[in-house]
C-alpha cells in the first residue's frame, strides 16, 4: 500500500513526506517522490538501501542496518559465543536485512549459529518456527522483524524454552511489546538510536509534549520532530520551496534540532548522532543498558 500512498501524497501536492516508517515502505515508494519533486527524510527506515538506492531527494535522521547488525553481531559474539544462537527474521527489507547483517558480523568473529531461518508475519500462531528453536534447543535468539510478530514468537517460545534470551532491533522501541510478549517480555534487549528525551536541545520541546498532549515522546517521535525543523531549516536557508534548492541545503548544511546539531551525508544518511545503543525491558519500560 506505500505506493498507493506516496500517489495519494503526490496528489495533494505536500512538498514534504516525514517517512515513511518500515524500509519497505519506503524503498517501494521514494522513486514516486522523487519524480514529483518530493522530499523524504524518514525517521524510522534503517535498511541502507534506502539511501544507497534512493535519489537525491531521500534523506533519514536514524542510523543504519549495516551499523545495527555489526553491533549486534558483536555483542552475541562477545556475551554468547557457547550458546546455541539462532537467528530469525520476516523475510521483509527490515527484517531480512538486519538478520543478514548480524549474522554475517557473527560468523565474520567466529561464531556460527545453529539456525538462520525466516517466519511468515502477520500470524496469530507460530509454532512452525517455535518447534524449530526448540529442536535445535536454542539459547539466545536473535530476530530481525517487528514487534508484534516477535512478542507473539518470544511468548510461545518461552513456554518451551524458559531460559531463552531475546536480542532485536529497533523496531522493539515501543512499551506496546511488553503487552504483546507478555512477562516473557520482560529482559529482552534491543538496539535503537540514542534516547532523544534527555538531549539538553530537546528539554523543552520534551516538557510541552508532556504537558500539552499527555504524551511521552519516546521512540521515534523526537526523531519525526528533528526531521521538521531540518527541514524548516533548509527551506529558509535555501529561501525557496523549490525541491532542488531545498535538497541542495539540506546536503551542504548543518541544523539545530531537538536531535543536536546534525547535517546529512552525499547519500542522505544523517551525520552528527551517535550510533546505536542497547536497551533492555523491564517490567513495565524499557531502559538503556549500562
Known sequence: QAKAVARQLVSEGV???????????????NKIYEKAGI????????????????????????????????????YLANNHSKSNIAIIHDGQAYGLGLAEFTKRQLNKRGVTEVMFDSYTAD????????????????????????LTDIGIILRQAKKELPNLRLYSGDSLVNVQ???????????????????MRIKPEAADVVAAIREEDAYEPDGYTLYSYGVVQAWAQ??????????????DALRAGSFDTVLGKIGFDEKGDVTGISNFVW??????DYSLVK
Open 15 to 29: 512538498v514534504l513526506v516525514i517517512g515513511h516508517l518500515c524500509s519497505a515502505c519506503s524503498l517501494a515508494a
Open 39 to 74: 522530499i523524504m527524510i524518514s525517521p524510522a527506515s534503517t535498511n541502507p538501501k534506502v539511501t544507497d538506492e534512493g535519489g537525491p531527494n531521500v534523506f533519514r535522521v536514524i542510523g543504519r542496518d549495516d551499523q545495527q547488525g555489526t553491533i549486534a553481531g558483536d
Open 123 to 146: 500470524q496469530k500462531d507460530y509454532k512452525s518456527i517455535v518447534n524449530k528453536l526448540v529442536n535445535k534447543k536454542t539459547d539466545v535468539l536473535y530476530a530481525g522483524g517487528y
Open 177 to 195: 511489546f511488553l503487552f504483546v510478549a507478555g512477562d516473557a517480555g520482560e529482559g529482552t534487549y534491543f538496539t535503537f538510536g540514542p534516547d
Open 234 to 247: 533548509a527551506v529558509k536557508q535555501a529561501g525557496s520551496l523549490k525541491p532542488k534548492a531545498v535538497i
Open 279 to 284: 536497551y533492555v525491558f523491564g517490567k513495565e
